[in-house]
């Protein structure tokens, strides 16, 4: 019989974010960090694999990653900015945070309030 695992793919489809914010994310938090990011239960080539049951394992491990919580509280002046030049171009409020979460995840080396800044210093041009 076959065994099935998810790979980078499968992770982030779940998650709703690209490869390539969970290949950052493992390489960002390795095993000797404070915070690692799961161990794969398998490695095919150098492709890693994990067990689809721990998938909750892995959305646990995301709910704690740093600035990620329950959070509420007033957005900041950044964000505030930011989503009033998106909605000025057109954009509603979910998709300039889907948008901004995106490219959290692809820059992760970027604050958001660096983020915002570019993109509003591009949108002005």
Known sequence: MTERYLGVVGI?????VSRH???????????????????????????????????????????GLPGRGAGGGRPTAARQEYLKEAAA????????????VTLSEEFPEMTEPEICAWLIGHWRR
Do not use: C, Q
Not at 12 to 16: D, K, Q, R, T, V
Not at 24 to 43: C, I, Q
Not at 90 to 99: K, S, T, V
């Open 12 to 16: 982030g489809e779940a998650l709703g």
């Open 21 to 63: 914010a969970v290949h950052k994310w493992r390489s960002r938090y390795p095993g000797d960090s404070e915070h690692p990011f799961p161990d794969p239960d398998v490695e095919v080539d150098g492709t890693p694999g994990w067990r689809p049951d721990r998938l909750a394992e892995i959305i646990e491990w995301r709910n």
């Open 89 to 100: 171009r057109g954009m509603d409020r979910d998709e300039a945070l889907r948008a901004l």
